[in-house]
Structures are given as C-alpha cells and as structure tokens.
C-alpha cells in the first residue's frame, strides 16, 4: 500500500511539473530558451531544481510502477525485464551523480550575473 501511494506521489509530481512548465511555456514568447527561462519566471534556478525533481520522481515512478504494471496485466517477466533496466541505469551511484551535477548547475546560475 505505500508503494502505491509512492508510486502515485511520484506520478503526481512529474505531471505537476511537466503540466506546468508546459502551459508556462506556450503562453511565453520569444526564442525558445527564452521561453524555457520566462516558463520558470526567468529563475534557470528553478529550472534546474525542477529538472532535478523530475529525474528522482520519474526514478520513483519507474521502480514502484513496473510492479504495479506488472500485477495489473499479470506478465511476471515484465517486471524483471523492466526492473533489470531501470537498476541498470538508475543506480545509487548515478542518481548522486546527476545530483551532484544539478547542485553544481544551481550554484553557477545562482553565481552569474543577471542578463
């Protein structure tokens, strides 16, 4: 049961996330890097953090969701196949990495000068 609430947690936040940048950006104009900035309220800090909740959200979701996935259709051999990839990639030492990379990021936007 609190895997599921884990995996919908997780779901929940990613379309938060990607639902909001999405209307953010249509309604901006300009190039498209400037409509990235103006969809996050001109903050790249922001951005990045969100990026950052997306790669850990999507990570949640992947785990927790091929079990779910798994039980509804009733196809064991798509969990291992599924969670074999999803290990593969999505290891304790990468997910550090990429965190370490988008906390370095966050710290040279937060850094530059304002343009």
């Given amino acids: 049961m609190i895997s599921l609430a884990f995996t919908l947690a997780a779901a929940a936040v990613v379309l938060?996330?990607?639902i909001g940048f999405y209307v953010r950006y249509r309604a901006a104009t300009g190039t498209t890097w400037?409509?990235?900035?103006?969809?996050?309220?001109?903050?790249?800090v922001i951005l990045l953090q969100k990026v950052?909740?997306?790669?850990?959200?999507v990570g949640v979701a992947l785990g927790k969701g091929?079990?779910?996935i798994a039980t509804l259709s009733g196809d064991p051999e798509f969990a291992a196949k599924a969670n074999g990839?999803?290990?593969a990639y999505f290891t304790p030492t990468n997910v550090m990495i990429a965190a370490m990379a988008f906390s370095a990021l966050t710290i040279w936007a937060r850094l530059r000068?304002?343009?």
């Fill in 16 to 18: 938060w996330v990607g």
């Fill in 52 to 57: 950052t909740i997306l790669v850990s959200a």
């Fill in 66 to 68: 091929t079990d779910l």
């Fill in 34 to 44: 400037q409509r990235i900035v103006a969809a996050e309220r001109g903050m790249q």
């Fill in 85 to 87: 990839f999803i290990s």
């Fill in 113 to 115: 000068p304002k343009v």
